[in-house]
């Protein structure tokens, strides 16, 4: 029995999922880079995600107008036709595969997010939109070549997929050791209005 009460406070972002087949593909072509370099802190692939916008931390009593809020953008979107194509890091630390498709659709909706956000009264960080999955990170106290890793994926090019649903995620940074977790507080199905 658990009775610890629910935090007052979630770390929150909305972002698209691809599905299982299209990580399942990328998964495959990272594997010698997850046996080779296993001091990287590898993000679980259950939890690949494309961040449309990182909210931080926010008080519980946000998230139900955020969810009225984006189920009606999301009614107003049709799905997009993605791919994940090659791969990046950020500051040498930071390890990513690179989005493809319909990228003009992506910032449209991602602008729309935002603006979502912004109407329900949540300042937020508003960092340019540079679509990306991100997969692994270096740990500060090791020199691990993420460049390297993201050299190796220069070539991999998944085959396209559908983003059907919008997802707001919470997760768990800041509460406690271990890994990061996430899950869904809600998702609702592009153009379902």
Do not use: Q
């Amino acid at each position: 029995m658990n009775d610890l009460p629910e935090p007052s406070t979630i770390r929150v972002f909305v972002a698209l999922a691809p599905p299982d087949e299209a990580k399942d593909e990328l998964a495959e072509a990272l594997w010698a880079a997850t046996a080779g370099y296993p001091r990287l802190r590898w993000n679980r692939i259950e939890d690949w995600h494309v961040t449309l916008a990182f909210l931080g931390e926010l008080p519980a009593t946000a998230v139900p107008p955020l969810r009225s809020a984006l189920a009606g953008l999301a009614a107003s979107h049709a799905a997009l036709h993605l791919g994940l194509r090659g791969g990046g890091h950020f500051d040498g630390r930071l390890l990513w595969s690179g989005i493809d498709g319909d990228l003009d659709g992506l910032h449209r909706l991602a602008a729309d997010v935002r603006d979502v956000v912004g109407s329900c009264g949540i300042a937020f960080n508003e960092r340019p939109l540079r679509p990306h999955l991100t997969l692994a990170r270096a740990r500060r106290d090791d020199p691990t070549s993420v460049p390297e890793v993201a050299a190796a994926l220069a070539g991999f090019a998944g085959r396209p997929w559908r983003a059907e649903r919008l997802h707001l995620v919470g997760s768990n940074v800041g509460r406690g050791p271990g890994p990061i977790r996430y899950r869904d507080l809600e998702a609702w199905r592009l153009g379902a209005g």
